[in-house]
């Protein structure tokens, strides 16, 4: 399988041109792998987390499939769905239905993308105009199958991606609404991360005779991510976050928290101290999300705080860092955070804080990814660099079996003082080109403006 290359996957010119065109070299072990299983008809059940390449390994045939009903008519019956993609959250269709688009880029294959949490009637028009290719949540297509915007009566081949994440959301009672409105003779393609009783379930009742295909251990943590635990009292955790960002060389971070009200206020309490950090999750809107990922994306804002549910199938490249600020009570949810670093070989690093009340689910969690994550105690500064040093003195006694400050840091990395980067040099003159490549990105913790001055 090594030196597959996408010729040697039977792909029509115009779909590699446009690999070409992406940087695509060679495919992925997940496409390598499901590609052809795909062209050649099966049903799928393939398990690989985000970052693998999964997306193209299904897009790539799909699109194949469907060239011979690709079209320049303006007619919209000559634009029927015939591909059915669903997505749990409206980050992830929307990076789906751009990577789709960006794969047919040289084909008359249309794709659209539709998800709640914006005015359904801007989706309306295009649905009608017709689409071969739709990207969906699943709350926003029954809506639009009510408003019968939307035939799904020609739909081929569907696609659950996510589908652990689907049912996690209680996307089932769904699901079944729209699959029963599908034609019964079609191609079904599964993909989880993560692999349970009910995603197996669930394979047994919509797969027919599925290829398995697992490009990583299944619940497995990638092997390139380097993962350490803080043991930590809670109220060290603010001191302790803005210690790591501080000392790290990372150039952006996604900062896990468990509520929407924590990630809001560890935002705004980075903001004060000179991060360039945001949040999305659930209570922002569609824009402000989609505004805090560009944002990020671009490298305008460093740190991302972010709850699971915002997070979950984000494509970030090239991001070095995940720190859990709070660990998941799903010990699922800790494999798929951790999914966003060290991908496509790229090496990251997965940090998680952990409060004494917190251990039993990192316990959970090293059960589930079969291997002891390295335990590391924090070594706080003294005063004045911590405002509340008194206060979280008196926690730090009274979780006495995990003396935080007393023994240093076995990494050196933690324990070196503040010293700003290279990269976080006072900010230029003039302003610089958007497009730098994501490499050259500030440091997370920016220079305050009275360090500026002094
Ligand atoms: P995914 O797992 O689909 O979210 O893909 C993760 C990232 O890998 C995306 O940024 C893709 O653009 C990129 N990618 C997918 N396939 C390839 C490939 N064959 N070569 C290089 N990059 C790829």
Do not use: C
């Amino acid at each position: 399988m090594d030196n597959v290359s996408f010729a040697d996957l039977d792909l029509a010119p115009e779909i590699l041109k446009s690999l070409t065109e992406s940087g695509y070299l060679t495919p992925t072990p997940i496409q390598a792998q499901a590609i052809p299983k795909v062209l050649q008809g099966h049903d799928l059940m393939a398990g690989a987390q985000t970052g693998t390449g999964k997306t193209a390994a299904f897009a790539l045939p799909v699109l194949q499939k469907l060239l011979p009903f690709a079209s320049t008519s303006t007619s919209p019956a000559r634009h029927a769905v015939r591909a059915l993609i669903l997505v749990p959250t409206r980050e992830l269709a929307i990076q789906v239905e751009e990577s789709v688009r960006a794969y047919a880029k040289h084909t008359h294959l249309r794709s659209l993308v539709v998800y709640g949490g914006v005015d359904i009637k801007t989706q309306t028009p295009k649905l009608k105009a017709g689409v071969e290719i739709l990207v969906a949540t699943p709350g926003r297509l029954l809506d639009h199958i009510e408003m019968k915007s939307v035939q799904l009566n020609q739909v081929q081949m569907l696609v659950l991606d996510e589908a652990d994440r689907m049912l996690d959301m209680g996307f089932m009672p769904d699901l079944r609404r729209i699959l029963a409105l599908l034609p019964k003779a079609r191609q079904n393609l599964m993909f989880s991360a993560t692999f349970s009783g009910e995603i197996k379930k669930l394979s047994e009742e919509f797969l027919k005779a599925p290829v398995l295909i697992e490009v990583a251990r299944s619940n497995a943590t990638a092997e390139n991510v380097v993962q350490k635990v803080y043991l930590v009292g809670h109220e060290d955790k603010h001191a302790l976050l803005a210690q790591l960002l501080r000392g790290s060389d990372a150039t952006q971070a996604i900062v896990f928290t468990k509520t929407k009200l924590t990630a809001s206020r560890l935002a705004r309490q980075l903001q004060r101290e000179g991060v360039a950090a945001d949040a999305i999750h659930g209570d922002k809107t569609q824009l402000e999300r989609m505004q805090a990922l560009d944002a990020f994306k671009t490298g305008k804002v460093s740190v991302l705080i972010a709850t699971d549910v915002a997070a979950r199938g984000l494509d970030i490249d090239h991001l070095p860092m995940v720190i859990n600020y709070e660990i998941p009570h799903a010990p699922e949810d800790y494999v798929h955070r951790i999914g966003r670093t060290g991908r496509a070989g790229a090496s990251g690093t997965a940090i998680s804080l952990v409060a004494p009340e917190e251990e039993r689910y990192l316990q959970e969690i090293e059960k589930l990814i079969k291997r002891e994550i390295p335990k590391e105690t924090s070594k706080l500064p003294p005063t004045p660099a911590r405002p509340h040093a008194a206060r979280v003195e008196h926690h730090e006694r009274s979780y006495a079996p995990h003396p935080v400050s007393k023994h240093p840091s076995r990494d050196a990395w933690f324990d070196k003082p503040y010293e700003p980067s290279v990269r976080s040099t006072p900010t230029p003159a003039v302003e610089q080109p958007v497009s730098r490549p994501k490499t050259q990105m500030p440091a997370l913790f920016m220079r305050r403006k009275t360090e500026d001055a002094a």
